[in-house]
């Protein structure tokens, strides 16, 4: 079945570093969601990408969506220390599988 | 919208015990998942449904695990009899159709000794 790999798995930066996950699929995909998960809360939405190579920001988050549709990343320009949580990507080819999710720390 | 309610938010409870988890999804939402999450296994989903129907139930660990969602409103899983491996963070999220975007709630901690 769909297998959704997600890397690195834990990330720790300096403040005003980038960051970058990546997500890969062993299908195509239909479409691809993107979630953050707060220490301690329950994962957020934050963004869906359905088109081959399509790239959407949202203030200092770029994410993109492979030609193939089988990968995608998210990168956060200069973080913020609001930035700390774990990144998942979820995949859907009929059938939705989270990743594994990135661990981003940001020291002050 | 309160969003996506799950209940209790906290169980404490002896192996051998049985222990339901209840959800209620966003009014006019047709599917509703169960997720477990630990450190070591990340986020797994259990089972989901669209329209009340079981679509997938394949990531159910083992028998000892039932989901049913007799209602648009209302979801349960039991576990019986639970074992400390059990032990996790229980997410139910529910989503406008399936496959759009997720909302999930609050999660209840089980912890199983």
């Known amino acids: 079945g769909q297998q959704v790999m997600q890397i690195p798995q834990y990330q720790h930066v300096q403040e005003g570093e980038d960051f970058t996950t990546y997500c890969n699929s062993s299908?195509?995909?239909?479409?691809i969601q993107w979630y953050k998960q707060r220490p301690g809360g329950h994962p957020v939405f934050l963004i869906q990408l359905v088109k081959s190579g399509e790239v959407k920001k949202q203030k200092r988050l770029t994410f993109q969506f492979g030609e193939a549709k089988k990968n995608s990343s998210l990168h956060i320009t200069a973080t913020q220390t609001t930035d700390v949580g774990t990144y998942f990507c979820a995949g859907n080819n009929n059938d939705m599988r989270f990743g594994a999710g990135t661990r981003l720390t940001v020291k002050p | 919208d309160a969003g996506v309610i799950q209940s209790p938010r906290h169980e404490v409870t002896e192996m051998g015990q049985e222990v339901t988890l209840r959800c209620k999804p966003i009014?006019?939402?047709?599917?509703l998942f169960w997720y477990r999450q630990t450190m070591m296994r990340g986020l797994e989903l259990l089972i989901y449904?669209?329209?009340?129907?079981?679509?997938?139930d394949s990531g159910m660990p083992e028998d000892r695990f039932s989901a049913k969602m007799p209602n648009a409103s209302f979801s349960t899983l039991k576990i019986q009899p639970s074992e400390p491996r059990d032990s996790a963070v229980y997410f139910c999220a529910s989503s406008l159709r399936l496959y759009n975007e997720q909302f999930f709630g609050p999660g209840t901690r089980l912890t199983v000794l």
């Open positions: 009014s006019g939402h047709n599917s």
């Open positions: 299908t195509t995909l239909s479409n």
């Open positions: 449904f669209n329209n009340n129907v079981p679509i997938d």
